[in-house]
């Protein structure tokens, strides 16, 4: 596979720039919003953006069951921030009604690291992603409070408290077998590196 077909579920969220990120790291992005587009991609990435709404979304426009079909079958996926959330085995905080695709054995927690006002960035080193650190941007971002079996984290983060941060800080980027995911947002920076981490992952 020299150029992979990654679709970005469009219902939701940062869809133009997960796109041309993807196209940067040597893949063709295309927009997901039926079961037929969903059907053409080798791999999917579930952007940032609302993951409540996103939910909700998924129901209505009969989008959830294709996907969490694709996903158990082994379809390649890159959550990023309510992406992550989407992802997990478990959501604290969510809304009771809230669904997600549990293909990543994890605890997530919504909202972690505060409101919108809390929003920061900051350089983080990521497993994998070779070139040095990364700046890694958080909008009321989640975090992960625990891993299962065969869950790989990637990176961890400061959380700016003490109470329940372990060695390195909050997981922050995490990858179990055909799975990706992160609490910030790369598609808002100019650097392609975790979605060319994310490529290599679908071509492989």
Same mark, same amino acid.
């Given at each position: +596979? #020299?150029?992979?077909?990654?679709?970005? !579920?469009?219902?939701? @969220?940062?869809?133009?720039? /997960? +796109?041309?990120? !993807?196209?940067?790291? %040597?893949?063709?992005?295309?927009?997901?919003?039926?079961?037929?587009? !969903?059907?053409?991609? &080798?791999?999917?990435?579930?952007? %940032? @953006?609302?993951s409540t709404t996103m939910s909700k979304l998924l129901d209505i426009f009969d989008m959830f069951d294709p996907v969490k079909k694709r996903l158990d079958s082994g379809l390649p996926v890159f959550g990023s921030c309510a992406g992550?959330?989407?992802?997990?085995?478990?959501? !604290?905080? @969510?809304?009771?009604?809230?669904?997600?695709?549990?293909v990543i054995p994890m605890t997530v927690r919504r909202n972690a690291f505060g409101r919108q006002v809390d929003s920061f960035e900051t350089e983080i080193g990521i497993d994998g992603v070779d070139g040095g650190p990364?700046?890694?941007?958080?909008?009321?971002?989640?975090?992960v409070e625990r891993v299962g079996d065969g869950v790989e984290v990637l990176a961890r983060v400061d959380s700016g408290r003490t109470e329940g941060d372990g060695p390195g800080g909050r997981i922050v980027a995490?990858?179990? @077998?055909?799975?990706?995911? #992160?609490?910030? /947002?790369?598609?808002? #920076?100019? &650097?392609?590196?975790? /979605?060319q981490y994310f490529v290599d992952m679908v071509r492989g």
């Open positions: +596979m #020299t150029v992979p077909r990654i679709g970005v !579920l469009a219902l939701q @969220g940062d869809v133009v720039d /997960h +796109m041309r990120a !993807l196209e940067a790291a %040597g893949a063709e992005a295309a927009p997901v919003r039926r079961p037929a587009e !969903l059907d053409a991609v &080798d791999g999917l990435v579930i952007p %940032g @953006g609302e992550m959330i989407m992802l997990a085995e478990e959501v !604290l905080d @969510g809304r009771p009604d809230q669904r997600s695709f549990g990364f700046r890694a941007v958080f909008i009321r971002a989640p975090w995490v990858r179990a @077998g055909a799975c990706l995911a #992160t609490s910030f /947002h790369p598609e808002v #920076t100019p &650097d392609a590196r975790v /979605h």
